[in-house]
């Protein structure tokens, strides 16, 4: 069955230090979206994606947040110079045409 | 502005019984109501997807009913098993967005 894929599943960087993780979303799906949980939180919903374009973001999703479809297959979310405050696991989802979502295992960001 | 809440927060029983979590939504204008599971450290599989013209759906011992009109949906978990102990997560689908509960923490006590 296919599946969202997110890679790396763990990252540890440096304050300041410029991170992507990548996700492959389901192929035939439509709707990207980035969320974020920090530990013992809710899941936050950063930015959606159609069409190649945003279509919708957070307030969380700041100058510092980017996201990209380079090559019609990865879906990558950068951030450009990370806090300790981004320390969070990032989950990629896609939307199928029901509406239903299906999440990768996410990545797990630690900021040092 | 849509609202999600999920009662209990956490929720402790034995195994084998049945048990229902609740989840609730402020706003009837929805496309799609899905439940998710959590486990510790993991990512949200999903469980359920109830579309707003259903008002149940079932797989294995998990049944979801939705009645948009109360704005309310249940998770039903029949003959609960120690594996089944994790967070449970409703998110409400309108307008291509997500609005997430909280979660229920469910621990089946072997």
């Known amino acids: 069955e296919p599946e969202v894929t997110q890679t790396p599943s763990h990252q540890v960087t440096q304050m300041g230090q410029e991170v992507i993780l990548r996700c492959v979303p389901i192929?035939?799906?439509?709707?990207f979206y980035w969320y974020r949980q920090i530990l013992g939180q809710k899941v936050e919903f950063l930015v959606s994606f159609y069409n190649n374009e945003i279509s919708e973001k957070s307030e969380i999703f700041d100058d510092q947040f980017s996201v990209e479809r380079p090559d019609g297959s990865n879906f990558t979310l950068k951030i450009r110079s990370t806090k300790l405050e981004d320390s969070a696991m990032y989950f990629c989802a896609s939307m199928r045409d029901t509406g239903e979502l299906f999440f990768g295992e996410g990545s797990r960001l630690t900021v040092l | 502005k849509q609202e999600v809440t999920q009662i209990p927060a956490a929720l402790s029983v034995p195994e084998g019984e049945n048990l229902v979590l609740n989840c609730s939504f402020t706003d009837s204008a929805i496309y799609n109501l899905q439940w998710f599971r959590q486990d510790p450290g993991k990512g949200l599989t999903s469980l359920l997807l109830i579309q707003s013209s259903q008002r149940e759906q079932t797989s294995g011992r998990l049944n979801a009913s939705l009645d948009k009109s109360s704005g309310r949906s249940t998770l039903y978990i029949a003959a609960s098993q120690p594996g089944d102990s994790a967070t449970y997560l409703c998110a409400v689908i309108s307008n291509y967005q997500l609005i997430w509960g909280a979660g229920t923490k469910l621990i089946i006590k072997p």
């Open positions: 192929s035939n799906h439509l709707y």
